[in-house]
Structures are given as C-alpha cells and as structure tokens.
C-alpha cells in the first residue's frame, strides 16, 4: 500500500453489542482529492464505515489513520472531517441560513464573509430562494439539499456524504451529482460518498468499494468494476450479468475457451491464469456482449426466446438453452432484423470482440 493515503482504515473491525458485526477486517486507503463511494446493499456496513472514518463509532478492533497519524480515538469535531448524515439532521429551530452558517459562526468567520458564503453554498444546490425559510416549511429534497450546504460551506478535507441525493427525484438527482462532481474536483476535496444506486456510483465516482456482509468484496474504478468483476457478488449487484456454468476446453494462445453447455465462450486471460481441461468455472458475461442470430452457425447454441422486453435503445431478450441455461440478451432495435418473437428459437454467440470473464465464489 502507497504510503501516501490521505485516510486509511487498517483492519478495521466493528461488532456492535448482540454480536452483530458491522466492519469484518476492513482494509481502505482514501487518496488526496479522489471521489470515493461505498456502494452495497442495506446493511452491508455502508453507514458504519462511513461513522469510524468520522469518529462516531469507535472500532472494536484495527486502526484509523489521517494522513500518517493514528486518529483512532479522536472526538468527530477534532477530525477535518464534515459529514452528510442519512437523516439529515438539520437543527429544526434554525432556518436555513443559521443552519449552514452553523460552522462558520464557530468558526467565528465575519458575519459579511458567512452570508456569502452561505448564499453560494445554497445557491450551488439550486435554493438561493429559501434562505429564510424555516426547516419545517421544507420537503425531504428540500432539507436534503440544505444539509449537503451546510457541509460543503465549510470546506473540509474531507467530506463524508451518507445517500446524500436519496430524497431527489430522477432529474434534481442527476443534476446534484454533476453539481458534487464538479464541486468536488474544482475544490480539489476528497468526498466518499455511500450509496446504494449502482447507476449514481458509476456516473461520479473516481473509485468504488463494493461491499458484502462488512467485508470489502472489491475496489476498482467503475469501468473495471463493470468490465472485471471479480466475484459473483460484485457481478450480480453491477449492471447485468449472465452467469454461466461453463467447461475448460483448450487454450489458444492468448484466449482461454469454454463451453456453456452448447455456447462456445472464449476470454483473453492473463499469462498466469490457470486452467486445466475440464475444469468448471463461473463465466459472467453481459447481455449486450450476447447475440441472437437467426441462423445457426460454428459457434452459436439454440435457445428460445421466453420473452422480449422494450428498454429503449435496446430490447432485452429472457431465452433458455436446450440444457436449461437461463441467458439475457440485448439485442440493438435497429440489429433485430428480422424482428424475432416470443417461443421463437434463436441461435446464441458471443459478439466478436466481446469478452467475459470468470468469477470467483
Ligand atoms: N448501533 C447499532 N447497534 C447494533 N447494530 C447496528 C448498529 N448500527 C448498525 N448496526 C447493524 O450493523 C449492520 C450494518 O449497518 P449499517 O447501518 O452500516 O448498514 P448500511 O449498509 O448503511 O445499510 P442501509 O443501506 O440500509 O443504510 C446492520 O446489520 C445493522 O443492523
Ligand atoms: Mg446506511
């Protein structure tokens, strides 16, 4: 591991009283100025990851560790650290100028420096218009909104966002996600950010920790994550992913080539992948990396078409093969030529130039 990590978490366990445990020996390290986002499902240990790198929870065992210093017992308002909770968590006898001027007034920033600063603050989350408006005149978007300005007005190293877009409808949320991209890299701040939205992960992060159970399943940046998978887990909650029960049958210089019952796959492996003949492995591969031909050929497997669904660009096709194989299939609309129907058999290839890849447990 660099030694450089602005935030690093080092066997970081949490078991709450029960026995239930939150963090299970998670190792992470935060760099200077990246857009970090935990992403997993409920309960996963999102939130408590989020609260040791705060200070709200202390581990039950490992270490938190703020650019080369052990911070592990540090009080949440000694660390540089500002966070969005999942609650919001505005003080309601405020409105909402004293509620994201909270922290610079104990900053005892100058009163015509913090109204400034509070207004760009609001407007930059589209409520330059609410400024006195009382927390209880607001809906859940709306007070949404206000916490996210009353972290960012302060300016912290680090900016803890626990599903701070959840409340937003479709179009508000993808215009606060540009608007906390671009916050994020023209003020150079380091944000992670949780969320459960593979979608919002994909679209601003610069790296994604995919979680399970409190452990880390994988970190990659979100085109590895979607082109390379390294477990089922991580493949089965980014996108859509076939996952096919497949036989090792040869290899061909750089290419290793399976067989899914009757499709024929084939991925480029690494000099040091090992496979033996025979061996079964767990081949993911994504259904716009299938295609439906209508006639058979060298490499194509039958399959009939249970049914066709409409997803705008494209039409996703549900088939099962003659071994019983359940396979997703999007087909460009324009490429369904000629247009196939449900119970029509169709034969299965793997797109040229497509690859797959294979899964671990
Ligand atoms: N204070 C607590 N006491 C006991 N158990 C807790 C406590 N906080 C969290 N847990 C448990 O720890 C696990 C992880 O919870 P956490 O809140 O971190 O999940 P999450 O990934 O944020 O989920 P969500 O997406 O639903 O917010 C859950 O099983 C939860 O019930
Ligand atoms: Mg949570």
Redesign the pocket.
């Given at each position: 591991m660099p030694q450089d990590a602005l935030l690093r978490l080092e066997a970081v366990s949490?078991c709450?009283?029960?026995g239930?445990?939150?963090?299970d020996s998670v190792d992470l390290d935060i760099e200077h100025g990246e857009f970090l986002s935990l992403l997993?499902?409920?309960?996963?240990?999102?939130?408590?990851?989020?609260?040791v790198m705060a200070g709200f929870e202390t581990p039950t065992t490992g270490r938190v560790v703020l650019a080369g210093r052990d911070i592990t017992s540090l009080r949440p308002f000694d660390r540089p650290v500002n966070t969005v909770f999942?609650d919001y968590a505005l003080f309601p006898h405020m409105n909402v100028a004293e509620n994201v001027g909270f922290g610079l007034s104990l900053r005892r920033v100058p009163a015509a420096e913090q109204k400034k600063q509070v207004a760009a603050a609001l407007d930059m989350v589209g409520l330059g218009d609410k400024i006195r408006a009382r927390v209880a005149e607001l809906s859940g978007g709306q007070r949404q909104r206000v916490a996210l300005a009353r972290a960012i007005v302060c300016k912290p190293r680090i900016l803890l966002l626990?599903?701070p877009l959840s409340a937003l409808d479709a179009h508000l949320r993808e215009y606060m996600q540009m608007e906390l991209k671009r916050l994020q890299s023209s003020l150079g701040m380091t944000f992670v950010m949780?969320t459960?939205d593979q979608t919002e992960a994909l679209s601003i992060s610069d790296r994604i920790v995919v979680?399970n159970k409190?452990r880390i399943e994988q970190i990659a940046s979100p085109a590895a994550l979607y082109d390379r998978p390294a477990t089922r887990f991580v493949a089965g909650f980014i996108g859509t992913m076939n996952l096919l029960d497949a036989r090792f049958v040869g290899r061909d210089g750089a290419l290793l080539r399976y067989l899914s019952g009757d499709l024929p796959l084939e991925l480029s492996a690494d000099a040091n992948a090992l496979a033996t003949d025979g061996q079964m492995h767990t081949i993911g591969i994504r259904p716009e990396d299938l295609v439906a031909n209508p006639q058979a050929g060298a490499a194509t497997a039958p399959a009939k078409i249970n049914s066709i669904v409409f997803h705008g660009r494209a039409l996703r096709m549900h088939a099962s093969t003659a071994g019983g194989a359940a396979l997703v299939i999007d087909a460009p609309r324009q490429a369904m030529q000629p247009a196939f129907d449900v119970g029509d058999i169709v034969h299965v290839s793997q797109r040229p130039g497509a690859s797959c890849v294979i899964l671990a447990a």
């Open positions: 949490k709450f009283p029960g239930v445990v939150g963090l997993g499902p409920s309960g996963c240990g999102k939130t408590t990851n989020l609260r999942q626990d599903e949780v459960h979680m409190g």
